[in-house]
């Protein structure tokens, strides 16, 4: 499960509420019914409460996705669900905006509680 | 009906609130009056409910009004019926930022329900 | 008087609070000190009640301005105070952001009521 | 004293809270340590009462500091209170985005009563 | 210890709630992991109590990071925790962007009290 | 013939060679394939002789491909082939850069004799 | 005849072959069939010879054209004529971008003698 | 072996001499070392002689390299190679701009017979 | 008189033809008729010979013309002979691209010698 | 010695001349005389002959310069003499554009041989 590929190190500064924003321009991942490829820039943005995801194990879980067939609505609220069972941070937002296909652009924003700062 | 052209999906996260923006930069109408051509970049934006609109129905729902004379109010109000009526979303909004004519550039923006994220 | 210019047409969904936003980049009076022309973007915003304002006609009001000898902030409350007038609109804005005189940029904002949206 | 360079003249809408926007992108005073020229770009924000800034007076009044050896946070502060003193806005914002200096840019902005609009 | 660098110069406007936003562009420090150089823009910014913060003291402070081993969320966290012993400002907000690894960016925000203006 | 719907008004300045250019950003065709609209942006570059397009009439001329079926390198050799018949010039370009399809966007470009200036 | 509110001062530097870029942004006229009104974006460039265009004679030239209804072609080229006439320059060379109408851009650019630099 | 997967159609205009420009900007491959992917923006420019690369193939053909380790400067010149043997251009022109890998960006050129026009 | 401010090093490399490029951003004099401060962006380019400017010297003879009173043309004219005085390049263009002034904008170029790069 | 730290691989298209260009936005070294720290963007462009420069080794080899005190035009120099000793290229060029000291950016540009593509 790709989920498992995400690792975690100890946030150092539990009591403060700061905010980390990652972005990956080079998402992709495959139509389930074309088999085309999709691309896309991922944004995830979380305030940690113990534990930050580490930057190396996130690189390798997003290009998992690569050979998989996924509709863009399941892919963001699947990358979702594996940051907060992983990181269980006080809040966490995911973003994909997706390059155009048919002339046809889409961004999907999903989040896991309300943000405190 | 080119309403009828519009086909949905099921959700696969009903149960959370998420956001899925669409941009469609290549909208082209009539002018009711002149018979000219209008164009102007389409953004949908909403949370769905039960459904999901299809991206390749909407595209051909939207080209669909390339040969109807309609006003800029009247077909961004329209747009917006009709995705509220076959969508269900909990809220929707419907932007066409029209290219200049004599010099003037127009952008409507019409919503059902409004946003709770 | 230069008011009597706009005309309107009926808005088709006065039961909707919709945003009409109107831009005209090439906006010119004279300054009525020095009879020098002045050069500005017009942007008029406005949710309509009744009537919308018809574009061709809004054309030729804002260039009957082009040999007026009128200050910035007069000019941008006149257009308010005549569209207001015309449209009865439910809430309405006006800025002008005017070419630089002097190596000085000046930007006026004028309201009628506050935007529902 | 430079504050005695300011003109005024009468707002003519003195019943409705408008904006008016100023920028100067040219101003320039010296470093009160080293004697260099420091550059910068003020924006002037505020809703007048009964007066207006009169903006040719407002020109001589920021060229007035070009010899001057005077800190970023004084000077902003020092345009402040005189715009204060000699136009009685209901509010009134003073920004100054000053150039790099040592690799290093700062931004002062201070501001007298809040915004209405 | 790095935060001694730090220098201060008394606030003339201590009664007036202004902001000074400042910006280094050219923070460099090194990966703990890899010895890597790590590259990022620092914003600092914050509203003053009776000390304002020396630039040339804050200039040589930053440099002071570009032989050390430290992780992107330590650093800006310790940088927040230096400007608030030394300046005791009213709020201050520590970001640091960081230049892209292995194709992904992490920019850090933190906060210290909550902004007035 | 669409060409027929091309005029020309005597050039003023026969003995200069000087350029023209024009610039058509809402060019809309069809795919002979497919039946789906293309999208591109047309440029024409040319010295006139004895005469010059007329620009109202270049644009009926241009609106006249809004429902043919054509392929890229068609309609611009078809293009320049017409304003070559009817305006008779020392050299002229057309150039059409067209939308993505398929996520790939092509630009084809003819011109007419070598340009004297 | 507006050509003479040109005028000239003497070049310091008539030994030396450098060049004058002049651009004027604000440029307006009036269309000689509709009687709507043309802007565009003047740039003049040339080398001179014994004479250079004093700015502020320039600029109330430009502005002569205010009320004149005359064609693109016609007004470059007549403003070559005038520059080449009162100035005697090396070279010189005229452009002006119009602002589109009926969705079409044209930019006429004009030159006197080949440029030596 | 992918060169097949290439496919032409006949040029309607052989006696002209006009450009086509391609840009796809979603290429990916892989590293023959690291296994990791690369992104890169693929332009391919061309003057055909008596046939044209057909834009869905070339879809699939570059889509081919998805699953490839290879260096840059091979798969640009495999490219340049490939389109050459099945089009037979006058002159054909491949870039691929690779996004930066630890810190650097690399775009490879190449080209066979230098361009006529 | 101000060129004795200028300073240079000895070129280490003088058997190869390199370039250098300066650009400062931040150039004011005043206008020798009206006495009000004009602004512009200075870039010189050279091949040194066995002379490159110092960079600290060049600074303070720029800041030199803060209180001159001196027209675009002679001040371009004057940094070039100046320049080539003190340096002996192999060749020197010095631009100047002046603020607007009464809505217009100039560039000065003169240069001394042709580029051999 | 840190040329050394260069490797190369061997061209695989020796009979092709085809352009590399490889661009590093985070170069840094110290400034000789003060020992502050100075930044810029390397542009290394060349044409290889049996050689290519391996892009993990030219990145050891720029971070050697990290705690180099050396100056702008000794730097773009010496990389250009280290790269054309180890890769032995057809042409070869080295741009380096500094970041602004004192309000001041200084490009220096280098190259070997002349371009034959």
Redesign the interface.
Known sequence: MSRDLLETFD???PD?D?????????F?SLCPKTG??D?GVVTITYTPRKK?VE??S??FYL?AF?DNGI?Y??V??TILDDLVAVVSPQWLKVEIAF?????????????FASSG?
């Open positions: 946030n150092q500064f403060r700061y905010r980390i924003e990652i972005r990956q321009p080079e992709t085309q490829p691309f930050c930057l190396k996130l690189k290009q690569r509709f609505e399941h963001t609220n390059n155009a296909r048919g002339g046809i652009t889409e961004t999907v924003t999903a989040q700062i």
